[in-house]
């Protein structure tokens, strides 16, 4: 399954690991492959007879070290025994303010797990975590170690592993971050695509196709001349699509990004393409990317008020 569609399937993929006195997390992230953080086996040597798994129906099965990135503090498990279900990882830019949710077992001794869920809350460099994530109803005054290596959900797919507790914070590390990992096993991965990249449907069409150096030059020239925007309008058929895919300026004009509302075979409803809200969001990841570089935070302001605001932004790339 490529997504999360009911928090049931998170429980179901996510297992309490048990080695010798330490306690943590870890779900399937192919029925026989389980992730964890790899600090709850930390040992001068892992004794693989001492790691045990305890699923859903309470049953405890073994596992064997597969690969260990000590760098990014993650662990894979493999196992004997196949689980029905396991998560989809996502490889995706954090947003600072999306919603998350997991599920995991942070009780030493105890059996039944804990959903959580929050918000996440800053991009952190320099630590083996690469975000950290609010909680709702977090205890500073107590511990929750044994959430490490819980899955981090957001938009129905995983986008993260919990490493460790800060006070009322958890450290997160991003798939992204531990990809090279993930791959050397042949673990599924989804990339999705950003809404200011060329869609992928058009990429191979777009090394093939014969440049229209005619239109080229008139475009550089419109937009020298206009200084605003200008409208390319053709019969369906004509290539309005595809040359404006393939546009490459040859002045000194810079391309902040294309949008298009029509793909072949699009995998994205026109409905959603040609919606207010997702030209909104467009335009604030485009400049929000050429500005800082990343993409900015998901807003929780009205629709006239990001307008406003997107003036603001228009100025400062000038």
């Known amino acids: 399954m490529n997504r999360i569609i009911n928090p049931q399937q998170i429980q179901s993929s996510t297992v309490k690991i048990i080695y010798k006195k330490e306690q943590g997390t870890g779900f399937f992230v192919t029925k026989s492959i389980i992730i964890t953080a790899y600090h709850t086996l930390l040992d001068m040597v892992i004794d693989e007879d001492s790691i045990q798994i305890i699923l859903n129906d309470y049953s405890i099965q073994k596992c064997r070290v597969l690969s260990i990135d000590e760098d990014n503090d993650i662990c894979l498990l493999s196992c004997e025994y196949e689980n029905q279900y ?65 899955s981090v959900v957001s938009g129905n797919k995983v986008i993260g592993v919990i490493l460790k507790q800060l006070d009322d914070k958890i450290g997160v590390i991003s798939i992204s971050k531990i990809i090279d990992l993930l791959q050397k096993q042949n673990i599924p991965i989804q990339f999705e695509e950003s809404i200011n990249e060329i869609p992928k449907q058009l990429e191979d069409d777009i090394k093939n196709i014969i440049s229209n150096y005619d239109v080229i030059n008139r475009l550089d020239e419109s937009i020298k001349e206009s200084g605003n925007w200008i409208l390319l309008e053709g019969n369906p058929g004509t290539g309005k699509t595809f040359n404006v ?44 990317l050429t500005l800082t570089g990343n993409i900015p935070p998901r807003s929780n302001e009205t629709f006239n008020k990001r307008i406003e605001l997107l003036g603001y932004l228009f100025i400062e790339l000038g």
Not at 91 to 108: A, H, L, V
Not at 119 to 146: A, M, P, R, W
Not at 260 to 276: A, E, G, H
């Open 245 to 288: 895919a393939s546009y490459t300026s040859e002045e000194e004009n810079v391309i902040l990004g294309k949008y298009f509302t029509k793909v072949p075979n699009d995998d994205k409803p026109k409905s959603l393409r040609i919606s207010k809200e997702y030209f909104l969001n467009w335009f604030e990841e485009t400049i929000s």
């Open 86 to 150: 396991y998560l989809p990882l996502n490889k995706i830019p954090i947003r600072i303010n999306e919603n998350w949710e997991s599920y995991g077992f942070p009780y030493q001794g105890e059996q039944e797990g804990l959903r959580i869920y929050g918000t996440i809350n800053q991009l952190v460099e320099n630590q083996k975590y690469d975000f950290t994530i609010n909680c709702h109803d977090i205890n500073t005054d107590y511990s929750y170690d044994g959430l490490s290596g819980s």
